[in-house]
């Protein structure tokens, strides 16, 4: 599957992004999808994930500001980001790995979020 990400910008601190991954090439339905961040210098971390079936979770460090969606009908994930920080400034990524297995996993090419303060 090939994983097309959007969305990213610049955005001043209490502001809102909305990012968006598109999928194509599978069948969208069956992967579990997350975003993942890396900021300059850090390791690439685990901001949000939700299943098949709509189970979602959240890293602690955006809970109550971030919710991530899925529209399997169009193939897309999204990730609506509120009240951004300036440490919310990063390359946030998409993931797609299919729910029969753990052994193989998709990326996409990356949006830059940044937050001004």
């Known amino acids: 599957v090939q994983l097309q990400a959007s969305g990213g910008g610049l955005v001043q601190a209490g502001g809102s992004l909305r990012l968006s991954c598109v999928a194509s090439?599978?069948?969208?339905?069956?992967?579990?999808m997350a975003w993942y961040r890396q900021a300059h210098g850090k390791q690439r971390e685990l901001v949000a994930r939700i299943t098949t079936g709509g189970t979602t979770n959240y890293a602690d460090s955006v809970k109550g500001r971030f919710t991530i969606s899925r529209d399997n009908a169009k193939d897309t994930m999204y990730l609506q980001m509120n009240s951004l920080k300036p440490e919310d400034t990063a390359v946030y990524y998409c993931n797609a790995v299919p729910s029969y297995t753990s052994l193989l996993d998709y990326w996409g090419q990356g949006t830059l979020v940044t937050v001004s303060s």
């Open positions: 090439g599978g069948i969208f339905g069956i992967y579990t």
